[in-house]
């Protein structure tokens, strides 16, 4: 099975700036493409962005609210993923999900537990 | 503000079928496929159905999606008292770039 754990929520200020990690196993990671997706409290579900495998070009998508502002990378060698949020605003608040894209371009077939954000001074 | 549209929500009686909607536009549900996901209060998101109607392993034949046009829709047949939760459709917009989800729907089991 593909486990999926993300890290680094948190309390920060606005403008200020935080990065998410995502660590997977159980699948060759060097090949996955990976999302993040982000959940305001008590609203549905926002797509943040993706990054595709090397193989699959490396390159990076977005949604419109953070171009230009939160950039995902990804270590292959540590079978993990970041999200780096910066200028933060209050509407960043939200649970951060990373998910395995099993199914390309988009499809995500597991799911890690979440990580919460908080923006606040 | 989503570009995929949903009731807010759908109730029917154990037993019962319930069908949730989705409505899109050409540059989305109407040239690209449809996920839908199902969330538990409190829990991540899991993949329901993908490509329009296919379920991954382990999902329950009393799911099945289907698409017509610009629209979708997930029916559950059976309805479970388990099946209460929020429901997503979800499709990759050619105009945006970007994987948008619908608005969300909260089945009740009455």
């Known amino acids: 099975d593909v486990q999926v754990v993300e890290s680094g929520g948190g309390l920060v200020k606005p403008g200020g700036s935080l990065r998410l990690s995502c660590v997977v196993s159980?699948?060759?990671?060097?090949?996955?493409?990976m999302s993040w997706v982000r959940q305001a409290p008590g609203k549905g579900l926002e797509w943040v962005g993706r990054?595709?495998?090397?193989?699959?070009?490396?390159?990076?998508d977005y949604a419109a609210p953070v171009k230009g502002r939160f950039i995902i990378s990804r270590d292959d060698s540590k079978n993990t993923i970041y999200l780096q949020m910066s200028s933060l605003k209050s509407e960043d608040a939200a649970v951060y999900f990373c998910?395995?894209?099993?199914?390309?371009?988009?499809?995500?077939?597991?799911w890690g537990q979440g990580a919460p954000v908080t923006v606040s001074s | 503000q989503s570009v995929l549209t949903q009731p807010p929500s759908a109730s029917a009686t154990p037993g019962q079928r319930v069908t949730i909607s989705c409505s899109g536009s050409?540059?989305?549900?109407?040239?690209?496929?449809v996920d839908w996901y199902h969330q538990f209060p409190g829990t991540a998101p899991k993949l329901l159905i993908c490509?329009?109607?296919q379920r991954p392993s382990g999902v329950p034949d009393r799911f099945s999606g289907s698409k017509s046009g610009t629209s979708a829709s997930l029916a559950i047949s059976g309805l479970q008292s388990d099946d209460e939760a929020d429901y997503y459709c979800?499709?990759?917009?050619?105009?945006?770039?970007?994987?948008?989800f619908g608005t969300g729907t909260k089945v009740t089991v009455l």
């Open positions: 998910a395995w894209v099993g199914r390309v371009p988009s499809v995500m077939n597991s």
């Open positions: 159980g699948l060759t990671f060097s090949d996955a493409w």
């Open positions: 990054i595709k495998s090397k193989r699959g070009g490396g390159t990076t």
């Open positions: 050409n540059s989305n549900i109407g040239s690209n496929t």
């Open positions: 490509d329009d109607n």
């Open positions: 979800a499709a990759w917009d050619d105009s945006l770039s970007a994987y948008v």
